[in-house]
């Protein structure tokens, strides 16, 4: 699998990011092209190569010869609609400041709607953010990844005045994300976050990775430390590793009916897996330990799933890796009856297989035999489908 991973150890900004992107091979003239796209008058694009603590990378600037105008949220959403951008292209530019409109309305405590931008409503940031779509997408990237982010520290002034740093809408864009109040003035601005969760999977370690390129994208200030964003692009080196979180409770106070009940609500809201195990607790009481297995995305929901129906008063959470099995399905036919067979395969070869067990029950039904002979007739009408 093709991923990228977004080294933001000095922060992240949308002239970063998309000078990162084209540093690691993105084409630039595919990139200007799609923004002239944008029919923005006397807009355009520099690129050029500079020097960060003594790294070379690539900073790019926007050109502006006519005046930068304020947009709202329809505004911006209708410039790329009616543009001449491809689909996809489109799609991810709209999801970023579907993103930035949410977390500004939060902020303002106003429907997303009716969001008026100021700083990112400019010409800059709007073709920083559908220049960084449209890097991504040419360098045909299936997945990202990130380091956790550097706040920075400080005040920066805005079209709101004077506000702290991290402004209020990186914190909303960043909610749930991996973060260290380190650096200083503003390292994240509200573009480059709104770019990152909407391209990235997860926030953290780099996932085993083989590189092909890299690429150095520029900040505007020079600091004792590369101000850059360094993106990794390469190869996932083991395609059957995924990462994953785990969260428990263990609880002494609840029946198994109730048990039973959260482990049904934990799949039901997220969970990949969850079970229950029985546990000696102090003092002698036995208890269990309810367990959830979810995708990181997904990992505040469980948790409050979790925190919600059982009797717990607290939870615990930590990362994890595991290796699956690609998996297909195949379905055959059982006395009449079809049934989906699920195949697990590692390196092209089959290494097992299961009846869909709600299709193996239907038929066991309709048919009067017991549901282990209906798995075995099901394994024996895959083994002979193989051989066909």
Not at 59 to 87: C, F, M, N, W, Y
Not at 285 to 293: D, E, K, P, T
Not at 371 to 378: D, G, M, S
Request: glycine residues 8%; contains cysteine.
């Amino acid at each position: 699998m093709r991923i990228a991973y977004f080294d933001c150890f000095a922060g992240a900004s949308g002239d970063m990011l998309l000078g990162a992107l084209l540093d690691a091979g993105a084409p630039i003239e595919a990139v200007r092209a799609d923004i002239a796209q944008l029919r923005l008058p006397g807009a355009g694009l520099d690129v050029s190569a500079v020097t960060r603590a003594g790294i070379r990378a690539t900073k790019v600037s926007v050109t502006q010869t006519e005046p930068s105008e304020e947009r709202d949220h329809a505004a911006i959403a209708a410039l790329i609609e009616e543009s001449g951008l491809d689909a996809p292209v489109k799609q991810l530019s709209l999801r970023v400041f579907e993103h930035l409109a949410k977390a500004e309305a939060t902020v303002h405590g106003m429907s997303p709607d009716h969001v008026h931008f100021h700083e990112v409503g400019a010409v800059d940031s709007i073709i920083d953010i559908v220049g960084c779509a449209s890097a991504f997408l040419a360098l045909r990237l299936e997945e990202a990844f990130c380091s956790p982010l550097p706040l920075g520290s400080g005040f920066v002034e805005t079209a709101h005045g004077i506000m702290p740093v991290p402004v209020p809408a990186v914190t909303e864009l960043l909610a749930g994300v991996p973060v260290t109040l380190s650096g200083e003035g503003e390292t994240v601005t509200p573009t480059g976050a709104a770019f990152l969760v909407s391209v990235c999977e997860s926030f953290g370690v780099t996932p085993p990775l083989q590189i092909h390129a890299t690429g150095w994208g520029a900040g505007d200030r020079e600091m004792v430390h590369p101000n850059s964003v360094r993106v990794l692009i390469g190869e996932t080196t083991a395609e059957e590793t995924d990462h994953v979180t785990v969260i428990e409770a263990t609880i002494d106070d609840m029946t198994p009916e109730i048990v039973a009940f959260v482990l049904e609500r934990l799949l039901e809201n997220g969970a990949l897996d969850a079970w229950v195990a029985p546990v000696s607790m102090k003092k002698g009481r036995l208890g269990y330990v309810i367990s959830a297995l979810a995708d990181p995305s997904e990992a505040g929901r469980v948790t409050n799933m979790l925190l919600y129906e059982t009797t717990t008063f607290g939870v615990r959470q930590y990362d994890a890796q595991r290796e699956v099995l690609d998996r297909s399905w195949k379905e055959v036919i059982v006395e009449g009856h079809p049934v989906r067979m699920k195949l697990g395969t590692r390196g092209g070869e089959v290494v097992t297989s299961s009846p869909e067990y709600d299709d193996a029950v239907r038929v066991a039904r309709a048919t009067g035999l017991p549901l282990k002979e209906i798995y075995r007739r099901a394994q024996i009408a895959l083994e002979s489908a193989a051989l066909s």
